[in-house]
């Protein structure tokens, strides 16, 4: 039991290293923390429901996990083939369209759930 403990705390170190790594060297990681803070501020200021939530947190794990394996793919292309190569940008843009699409329709979700709560409270304001 305890090397099974042992080898899952081991598996978490691994993850939070590849965290650091992507904040290190990924501008982009920033900018996706800096959204994900603000949209969490935002959620909490207009008392989204448990299952907006629920909506609201899935959609921001799937552009963290689109993030994180473009960069996986991208340091491992660079690992394989430091040169330039056709094939490497091509598998390159693609991973980094995977993220773009993802970012966007998270942004379209992020309209659709925030939008009119945030709507009523400006107009409230006014």
Not at 86 to 102: E, Q
Request: charged letters at 10%.
């Amino acid at each position: 039991m305890f090397s099974f403990l042992k080898s899952r705390w081991q598996s978490i170190q691994y993850a939070l290293q590849g965290i650091k790594y992507a904040f290190r060297t990924q501008p982009n990681t920033w900018v996706h923390a800096s959204i994900s803070i603000a949209v969490l501020a935002l959620g909490i200021w207009l008392s989204i429901t448990p299952l907006e939530w629920a909506v609201i947190l899935l959609t921001m794990a799937v552009v963290w996990a689109a993030e994180f394996f473009n960069t996986a793919l991208e340091t491992a292309l660079d690992l394989l083939h430091p040169k330039p190569h056709p094939l490497v940008k091509t598998a390159k843009d693609v991973s980094a369209a995977a993220v773009l699409i993802t970012a966007f329709i998270s942004v379209l979700i992020g309209l659709l759930i925030l939008g009119p709560p945030l709507w009523e409270r400006v107009l409230v304001m006014f």
